[in-house]
């Protein structure tokens, strides 16, 4: 009936009509996804090269190694163990979100076939339980994940000037070499000049990497050890550990002088703090959160946790017969485990650091 309505030239000018406001539609959704935010407004590709611990670790750490590879780590993202250590998305990959590029393929499958091609979108050297010194893992420390991003350049996989016009840099440091110093026989009395030992060398390889072409680089500043949920299960989750976070404060005030001194010397603003005690501590406090942070109702009870005190999430007895529980929405607690947020938590502590990523891609 229709047809016989209109003359086929009507017809073809309504087509051309729909064609044209689905073409508009179609670039107005592609140029909001929420899988690439932004390029630092060049609309150059960027590269992101991720350091650190296993708040980066998107699966470096050897599987025989990690809980990390064993249910029900994954089960939110991508559905089954990935190597990261949370239900789903860590930082990295709300970082690569941001800069507009896939979450860069871990440096230990760049030699499996096709891995490759990802390189495009940068590489993370990360590893779940490193630090800057050697701590009780025996995966490379953060210097030897500088050295390996080095051979790269060296080897022209990426050459300096690709690195300095379009690399983003991304560093971490969750902890673990205090924890390495304590369980080694460090005294209370040894921690400052161990803390103060600890920043001098991370700055030593935030120098190295500019000096290797890095040109926006963040790192993030210590957590709130004392809010961990290993250390609340003493107070049944209801406090942090306020004397902890002493410790953790001098950390902080040393690393924000380090950075501001490392700006000063290359006359630049290259490196940008994250700062994830106040972000942790806002989503803790329910304070001063940002648009789009979730509520936590019991933010420092973790989803997953061992039956008992000597169990973890993801044991097992000599059965394969779960020694831990899950909790029934992973998106309503911000503590995946003992000391790694849930990705709904991430995604809250990325909401709070976008203002601070704007800046560092500027």
């Known amino acids: 009936m229709m047809k016989k309505l209109l003359s086929k030239s009507h017809f073809y000018h309504a087509s051309l009509l729909l064609f044209i ?3 508009i539609l179609t670039a107005a959704v592609k140029n909001h996804s929420p899988d690439r935010e932004n390029n630092g407004g060049s609309g150059q590709k960027l590269l992101l090269f991720v350091f650190g611990d296993s708040y980066a670790d998107t699966g470096n750490k050897m599987k025989a190694n990690a809980s990390s590879w064993k249910p029900p780590y994954g089960s939110t993202f991508p559905g089954k163990p990935s190597g990261r250590f949370s239900d789903g998305r860590v930082l990295t990959d709300f970082l690569a979100k941001h800069v507009g590029v896939k979450s860069p393929i871990p440096y230990r499958w760049m030699k499996k076939k096709g891995s490759r091609a990802r390189l495009e979108d940068g590489v993370n050297f990360a590893y779940g339980g490193t ?25 022209s996989v990426f050459n300096q000037s690709q690195v300095q016009s379009s690399g983003v840099f991304f560093v971490t440091l969750a902890g673990n070499d205090y924890s390495a110093f304590l369980a080694k026989g460090g005294t209370p009395q040894g921690l400052p000049a161990f803390i103060s030992s600890v920043v001098n060398q991370l700055a030593v390889n935030l120098k190295f990497l500019y000096d290797h072409g890095a040109r926006k680089v963040g790192v993030t500043s210590l957590e709130p050890l004392g809010c961990l949920s290993r250390v609340t299960v003493h107070s049944s989750f209801r406090e942090c550990n306020a004397s902890q976070n002493v410790a953790v404060n001098v950390h902080n005030q040393l690393l924000q002088e380090a950075v501001e001194r490392l700006n000063n010397q290359t006359n630049s603003s290259t490196f940008v703090l994250l700062d994830l005690y106040s972000t942790f501590t806002r989503v803790i406090e329910q304070k001063n959160v940002a648009p789009g942070s979730m509520v936590f109702q019991t ?8 039956t008992s005190d000597e169990h973890y999430c993801g044991s097992v007895d000599e059965n394969g017969a779960k020694l831990y529980t899950v909790c029934s929405d992973p998106n309503a607690a911000f503590f995946w485990d003992g000391a790694h947020p849930t990705q709904a938590g991430w995604a809250s502590v990325y909401s709070s650091l976008k203002p601070t990523l704007q800046q560092m891609l500027a």
């Open 299 to 306: 933010p420092l009870k973790p989803c997953c946790m061992g």
């Open 131 to 155: 630090g800057v010194f050697d701590t009780l893992v025996a995966e490379p420390n953060m210097t030897s994940q500088i050295r390996s991003f080095r051979r790269l350049v060296h080897d």
């Open 21 to 23: 406001c689905f073409f």
